[in-house]
């Protein structure tokens, strides 16, 4: 779809806010500018999730309202300098327009994310279990809350889940 028409559909959805989410978003950005840019001569706000793994360039980060990062952790698999990059790690916090998600599976990943967090001055931190079901995420967050709340972390969980399940496309 071009740009005009992206917009278009959005804009008849009559919404106010659109978050851009999905495979990592900011590995586009000359494609994403244009789209940015429309959104915001129409009044609608854009938040972005990614990674954290690429510096949003001076124009996309004028046009985003809030950037959601969220950095894999070891138990992703991936190498640490694949996951964690200190440059664009600092430009979202020098944004002030980043807020931290991190998703755990054990409560021993919080020590890592603690880490994290000291090491390249993340601030605010939110937790969220990992699973792919209410009872899944019922369970982790069981396991989490207390740790999370006694560091003075934000927690959350995966609303949608809890909406619709693994339904796609609603």
Excluded: C, Y
Aim: hydrophobic share 45%; charged share 25%; no cysteine.
């Amino acid at each position: 779809m071009s740009v005009d028409e992206v917009v278009r559909q959005l804009r008849e959805m009559d919404v106010d806010l659109v978050i851009v989410t999905g495979g990592e978003p900011l590995s586009q950005q000359a494609r994403l500018l244009p789209v940015l840019r429309q959104l915001h001569d129409e009044g609608i706000a854009v938040e972005v999730e990614t990674n954290g793994t690429r510096t949003p360039t001076p124009d996309i980060q004028r046009l985003v309202r809030r950037f959601v990062v969220s950095p894999k952790l070891a138990n992703s698999g991936n190498l640490e300098r694949r996951r964690l990059v200190p440059k664009a790690l600092q430009a979202f916090r020098d944004s002030g327009k980043a807020d931290f998600k991190f998703v755990v599976r054990s409560i021993r990943d919080l020590d890592e994310v603690a880490d994290i967090a000291e090491k390249h001055g993340l601030a605010p931190i939110w937790i969220m279990p990992e699973g792919q079901t209410a009872d899944a995420l019922l369970r982790g967050l069981a396991v989490i809350a207390d740790a999370v709340v006694s560091r003075r972390w934000n927690l959350s969980v995966r609303l949608h889940v809890f909406a619709w399940g693994q339904s796609r496309g609603v």
